[in-house]
Every structure is written in C-alpha cells, then in structure tokens.
C-alpha cells in the first residue's frame, strides 16, 4: 500500500513538474517547405522565426516566459501540411507563423481554427485565405494574389504594351488564383487573353505548351505558379528563339529561379514583395542571418522576420496568448518591422505592404515598377 501511494505521489509530481515546465515557455509552431523543391521559400522563414526567437529571449523572453520554436516540414504539400497541423496542434503550440504555400496552408487553416490557434503566414497569398470569411485566425504579412495580378496587368499593357496574352498556371490554389485574376483584370481593360491553360507541376517536358504559346502569337505569357515549372517553360521558350514576355509571381522571384533557368532567367519579370532591405531594421536582420548561417537569407525572410515580431509582440501585448486577445491586439497596434510599420485589417490582411515588379538583369533581380 505504501508503495502505491508512493508511486502515485510520484506520478503526481512528475505531471506537476511536466506542466509547470510547458506553463514556463511559449511555443511558435514553423511549419513549411523545409525540404523539397520548395525549400528555398521555407527555410529562410525557419531562418528568421529562430533568429527573432533568440532574441526575445536573450531579452527575457516573452511575459517572462521562454519562446520555443517547433519547426515542422510540409513540404508545401497540402496533404502533409494537413497532417503538420495536427501534429502541432497536439504538441500545443500557442501560434503558428506558417505554412508558406497557399494550398498547404488552407489545408490546414480549419485544424488551427478550430483550436483557436493565431496563425499568420509570410507567403501565403491567396485571396479566400482572408477574404472568405472561413478563416478568422489567419494572419499575414504579405499582400494578396488580386494586388499582385493587378500588377502584372497593368505592367503588361501600360509599360510592355502588350496587345495578346496567354496566361498559364500550375493548377494551384496560389498559381490559378493569380491567373484567374489576371484574366479577369486584362478582360476588363478591353484584352481577352488568346491562351488560358494549367500545366501538370513536376513533369519532366513542357514544350506541349511553350508549343500552344507560340502558335498563339501571344506578345507576353502571364504564368502562375512557382520557379521550378516556371524554369523549364522559360528554358522551352527561349531554345526556340521565342521573344514573349514571360511575367510570373512571387513564387519565382526568388533567386533560385535564376540559379535553375540559368541563362535563360534573363529578362524574366516577376512581382514581389517591395523591396524594404534598405531600411536600418531589415539591414540588421540580413545580418543576422548572414552572421548565424553564413548565406544571404532567401524568399520571404523578411516577412517572416515580420510575421515573427508581430506574433510574439501581439502575445506580449495581449498579455496572453489567448485566441481573441492576440487576434485583437494584431488589429489594434502597429509594429515596427523590417517592412516598415504595419498592423492588420479585419480580414488578417497587414496594412502597409504591397509588391512591386522585378526583372531579371545581369543575373538579379532589379525593382522596374509598382
């Protein structure tokens, strides 16, 4: 008898203690491409919620608490990303920065909302992640696939003059949402596109459609998706001597498109986030990443960096990390950020931001306009 009383003493204690310790931190889920052809987008998002991370604690932390991080990798696949969730979920994360795709994340948006989890992602930029209604708990501090399509619209007739557009995508939630914007956008100003088709993502061939391009006399391809279809279409392209216009996303205006099309990237535009890594905050924490990882950070870095400071900086405000507190405090500050200040619209939107539009020269990419 005194054995099990014992036992159960212990058992007790043990439980107590196990509480008391997960009580004493604040945890940050990180789920995103951590491996994979879409790594280059996760990875430096990982890169800063662990730098942002390790500075609020060197700090103290947060509510005088230690923020731990829990990186899980999705892969950009929304069947994964689905699974991720629940996963963090169970290892109860208290917010979320992630997921990085906009497929992955609306697969796993409704486990977080469910259990009332902040979530706010960097790169997620489809329209009915906030728009919808659906998503209450979502959050991100990067501008829509409407804002950007506009863009590459207005780019493509004002600037480049084009008269016949084909548009492609990778029949994504983020590729065909922008494209379907574009087509939208250029039929309003009067330019029905001559070509609107999906690709099959991870084929080894695209010349069937680089094929559909030509034959369509297009003077620009507007193409929705992410660098790895969008190098080979570009590749196909430019073999065959052809002079269209090729326009993309913020999935390709990352320098690992240049790094895959080789060559070719040349002359390529692409929309992004605006260019802020000027600014003293967004110069030391390029630093920072430089100093602990020895590479320039990559894509979406700096809106991780942001997303980061905002969710942490919302938790210590709320004084909490309560669902409704921190989403409220989201929407009623302003945050001091490597893209400037920000804060967030009733939707999740962050007000603030907005892209700009890249070209490829001399190997980079340069601002050519907004």
């Given amino acids: 008898m005194k054995r099990l009383l014992y036992s159960l ?11 008391s310790f997960a009580a004493d931190t604040i945890k940050l889920g990180v789920p995103g491409a951590h491996s994979g052809d ?5 990875l430096p998002s990982a890169n800063a919620a662990q730098l942002v991370v390790d500075a609020i604690n060197a700090k103290g932390g947060i509510l005088g608490k230690k923020v731990v991080v829990l990186k899980e990798d999705d892969q950009c696949k929304p069947e994964v990303a689905a699974n991720v969730a629940a996963k963090l979920v169970s290892d109860k994360a208290d917010v979320v920065l992630g997921h990085i795709c906009s497929g992955a994340t609306k697969a796993a948006l409704n486990t977080y909302n469910e259990s009332k989890i902040v979530t706010l992602s ?5 329209v009915e992640l906030t728009k919808s209604g659906d998503y209450p708990n979502f959050f991100r501090t990067i501008s829509p696939d409407d804002a950007q399509a506009l863009l590459q619209v207005n780019f493509a007739l004002d600037k480049l003059k084009v008269r016949r557009v084909a548009i492609i995508h990778d029949k994504g939630d983020y590729g065909k949402g922008i494209a379907e914007f574009a087509k939208g956008f250029f039929e309003k100003r009067g330019v029905k596109p001559v070509l609107f088709e999906g690709i099959t993502p991870g084929a080894v061939d695209y010349s069937a459609i680089v094929q559909k391009i030509k034959f369509s006399k297009a003077d620009a391809v507007v193409y929705g998706g992410y660098h790895p279809e969008a190098a080979k279409i ?7 001597k052809m ?7 913020d999935g390709v205006r990352d320098d690992t498109f240049i790094k895959v099309a080789d060559k070719f990237a040349e002359g390529v535009y692409a929309t992004g986030p605006i260019d802020t890594t000027k600014s003293p905050m967004a110069v030391a924490a390029i630093e920072q990443h430089k100093k602990r990882y020895g590479t320039e950070p990559g894509a979406f870095y700096l809106n991780a960096y942001a997303g980061a400071l905002c969710l942490l900086q919302a938790v210590e ?19 001091e950020t490597p ?9 999740g939107d962050a007000k603030g931001i907005g892209f700009a ?3 490829v020269r001399n190997g980079k990419y340069v601002e050519v306009g907004r």
């Fill in 9 to 19: 003493v212990m058992v007790s204690v043990i439980l107590c203690t196990a509480e």
């Fill in 38 to 42: 879409l790594a280059s987008y996760g």
């Fill in 122 to 126: 960097p790169s997620a930029t489809n």
């Fill in 234 to 240: 570009v590749a196909g392209m430019k073999k065959k």
């Fill in 243 to 249: 002079k269209t216009h090729f326009i993309s996303d």
């Fill in 317 to 335: 405000k709320a004084g909490s990390t309560d669902f409704a507190k921190v989403s409220k405090a989201l929407r009623t500050n302003w945050f």
């Fill in 339 to 347: 893209l400037g200040k920000i804060s967030f619209d009733r939707n």
């Fill in 357 to 359: 539009m890249y070209q």
